[in-house]
T-cell receptor
Framework: DTGVSQNPRHKITKRGQNVTFRCDPI?????LYWYRQTLGQGPEFLTY????????KSRLLSDRFSAERPKGSFSTLEIQRTEQGDSAMYLC?????????????FGPGTRLLVL | GENVEQHPSTLSVQEGDSAVIKCTYS??????FPWYKQELGKRPQLIID?????GEKKDQRIAVTLNKTAKHFSLHITETQPEDSAVYFC?????????????FGQGTTLQVKP
């Protein structure tokens, strides 16, 4: 499968615990995005990387959230001291950003439930 | 501002009828407008997109129109089939030096009745 992959697909955790999600983009894609989707809503932008540089972070991304893309390939999203309001689907997307090529391809998501 | 309004929120049609979903955006610098289809429990999948240098694009039963003056774009599905039932999201993309995000609409739940 050469598409975007995410692990784990599901995560149940207790409030206050830390969780980390991984995203593997399509191999030649230089841009990687994280979105959050709650039930009945469209995806909301969290942050994005061009290669290894994190170029933008949403105001939704509190200090408890951190994302990395150390070698410009896979990315991790960590949530510290989880809260029940963090329960959502976390989607990763990647794109090959050059002129006229901005299509973002989404992974299957990681569904987080904070008890 | 960063806003997309999507209408209607739900749409029910008979198989074979057409469905139209409309989105209005706020940033006149927007240059790329994709539409995603999301089935229950699955990832959003791109079904069609349009760039600001064209007014209409068609792919078999699916078409998208763009009116930059009015800042709205629409998805048209003709000859609907039950497998078209899903949630559809419009989005806009503004690529500046440090902004690469998609802003999504609230979604339209399309139900195609056999």
């Amino acid at each position: 499968d050469t598409g975007v992959s995410q692990n784990p697909r599901h995560k149940i955790t207790k409030r206050g615990q830390n969780v980390t999600f991984r995203c593997d983009p399509i191999s030649e894609h230089n841009r990687l995005y994280w979105y959050r989707q709650t039930l009945g809503q469209g995806p909301e932008f969290l942050t994005y990387f061009q290669n290894e540089a994190q170029l933008e972070k949403s105001r939704l991304l509190s200090d408890r959230f951190s994302a990395e893309r150390p070698k410009g390939s896979f990315s991790t999203l960590e949530i510290q001291r989880t809260e029940q309001g963090d329960s959502a689907m976390y989607l990763c997307a990647s794109s090959l950003a050059n002129y006229m090529q901005e299509t973002q391809y989404f992974g299957p998501g990681t569904r987080l439930l904070v008890l | 501002g960063e806003n997309v309004e999507q209408h209607p929120s739900t749409l029910s049609v008979q198989e074979g009828d057409s469905a139209v979903i409309k989105c209005t955006y706020s940033d006149s610098a927007s240059n790329y407008f994709p539409w995603y289809k999301q089935e229950l429990g699955k990832r959003p999948q791109l079904i069609i997109d349009i760039r600001s240098n064209v007014g209409e694009k068609k792919d078999q039963r699916i078409a998208v129109t763009l009116n930059k003056t009015a800042k709205h774009f629409s998805l048209h599905i003709t000859e609907t089939q039950p497998e078209d039932s899903a949630v559809y999201f419009c989005a806009w993309f503004h690529d500046s030096s440090n902004t690469g995000k998609l802003i999504f609409g609230q979604g339209t739940t399309l139900q195609v009745k056999p």
